[in-house]
């Protein structure tokens, strides 16, 4: 869930008051109370130049929409929850934002299967890399050094009897895993699974790789019908000004 222009405080008690429709843009379908849960204070952004939205639930004061331009802004952007938060947030100094997780925000659009999942995210991931092979390749090493090298260090160590190479590959594959442990939690979901992470990983650089696929063959950013030609202007994600 995502708060523009609202302080934690009272972003909590904004979201039990049946005034929010007066003051507020919905993004999608949500249960009007007892929608916030957050990991803290780190979910507010200050202000500084970095913006961050996620579109599953965003909420913004008329007020701060119209002065920051109106959604007419953000029109053609691909990635328009992050373009939105990027407008809110960059229309004068000390403009802030807020993001937090919920578990009571109930989505319309389930993905059950895993052809849907990967439609989605290939809609979108070049854009996310402004189209560039060079972030492109960048992203992929860094996937691989990150989630792909531990195991692959922790399996070859054991099959050549390499001790230490195996024991640092264990290593940084449990410290990967038990970091995304808190979150299987919060979905109530087998921690068990958190192993698994670099197939996830995999799997989401093969749907990047293919969201370029899909851009340089004339099919990027497909929804509802109509896709982003090549010769289109990049997607405004960092300035939608």
Known sequence: MVMLDEPPDLAAEAASESTLSA???MLHLLKPKKMMKCFGATGATGGGAMAGAAGGCMLVRT???QEAGGLPRIADALIDD???GHLVKGRRAGSRIWLGLSSDIQSVRPYSRLAD???MISRSAYTQLRYSPWLLAGTGLGLLLVYVVPPTATAAGLAAGNALLAALGAAAWTIMAA??????RFYRLSPARAVLLPLI???????TIDSARQHHRGHGGAWKGRTV???SVPD???DPR
Do not use: I
Request: no cysteine; charged share 10%; net charge positive.
């Open 179 to 184: 970091s995304y442990v808190p979150m299987l």
């Open 117 to 119: 999942l990967w439609a």
């Open 63 to 65: 007020e701060a929409l």
């Open 229 to 231: 030609p090549r010769s």
């Open 236 to 238: 405004r994600l960092a």
């Open 23 to 25: 003051s507020a843009v």
């Open 82 to 84: 992050v373009a939105l």
């Open 201 to 207: 990983a995999v799997g989401y650089l093969a749907m």
